[in-house]
């Protein structure tokens, strides 16, 4: 993820979307993969809920309301529950109250999937929320008009208990 290190807060690695490896965020890929169509990315208005009802407990959806300024506008229950809290109708800055640097690295990676309209993937454990023992993969996918500004971020993420 870009940014790591440099704010003494590792939110994960940067991976490559063929590196996921957790089945329902591959299946959250693909679900965004066919939408769009062989075209840079899907619209908000072509994801439906209800097409993917075993995957609304992973998904996440972020608001892009300007360079660097993105709000959480919904977070699944296995997020909510991995996290210890639902930050629905934050801005993603506000997640510096919960750990300093937080905030700013999701911003940094969330900035990194739209200034290059693709999907941005990373996994790692949830130390950051006080909880090494978790680890987390997720995918960040871009919605937008066609040759117009991304509006929306969608995203799948999943968790698993880490083997030592």
Request: hydrophobic share 40%; aromatic share 12%.
């Given at each position: 993820m870009p940014d790591n290190g440099r704010m003494g807060l590792n939110l994960g690695e940067q991976i490559a979307v063929s590196d996921l490896t957790m089945a329902r965020v591959r299946e959250g890929f693909a679900y965004w993969d066919a939408l769009r169509a062989g075209r840079p990315m899907p619209t908000r208005a072509e994801v439906n809920p209800t097409a993917i009802p075993q995957l609304l407990p992973y998904i996440l959806l972020?608001?892009?309301?300007?360079?660097?300024?993105?709000?959480?506008?919904?977070?699944?229950?296995?997020?909510?529950?991995?996290?210890?809290?639902?930050?629905?109708?934050?801005?993603?800055?506000?997640?510096?109250?919960?750990?300093?640097?937080?905030?700013?690295?999701?911003?940094?990676?969330?900035?990194?999937?739209?200034?290059?309209?693709?999907?941005?993937?990373?996994?790692?454990?949830?130390?950051?929320?006080?909880?090494?023992?978790?680890?987390?993969?997720?995918?960040?996918l871009p919605l937008g008009p066609q040759g117009g500004p991304i509006d929306f971020i969608l995203g799948f993420a999943d968790y698993a208990t880490k083997k030592d």
């Open positions: 972020i608001g892009v309301n300007g360079p660097g300024d993105f709000e959480f506008r919904l977070m699944g229950g296995a997020s909510t529950e991995a996290h210890g809290f639902n930050p629905t109708g934050w801005n993603l800055r506000d997640l510096e109250n919960v750990r300093e640097g937080y905030g700013r690295q999701m911003v940094a990676f969330l900035q990194w999937v739209v200034d290059r309209a693709e999907p941005g993937a990373s996994r790692g454990t949830l130390a950051h929320v006080d909880k090494g023992f978790r680890t987390f993969e997720l995918v960040y």
